[in-house]
């Protein structure tokens, strides 16, 4: 998520929210040219047990 962001912001887009852990997801905002929020969203890491 962080390469991604980091991509977004290299190419002259504003963040909108930075990187926020919304247990148990993962997700971030950033404003496209018109300034309309564009999320990103990382499904959470289940383990498995055993």
């Given amino acids: 998520m962080a390469t991604i962001l980091n991509a977004v912001v290299v190419n ?6 930075p990187i926020d852990l919304d247990a148990p997801e993962i997700t971030a ?5 018109d300034g309309n929020a564009i999320g990103l969203y990382q499904e959470p890491v289940v383990s498995q047990p055993g």
Avoid: N
């Avoid at 002259?12 to 929210?17: C, D």
């Fill in 29 to 33: 905002r950033f404003l496209d040219p």
């Fill in 12 to 17: 002259g887009r504003a963040v909108g929210q």
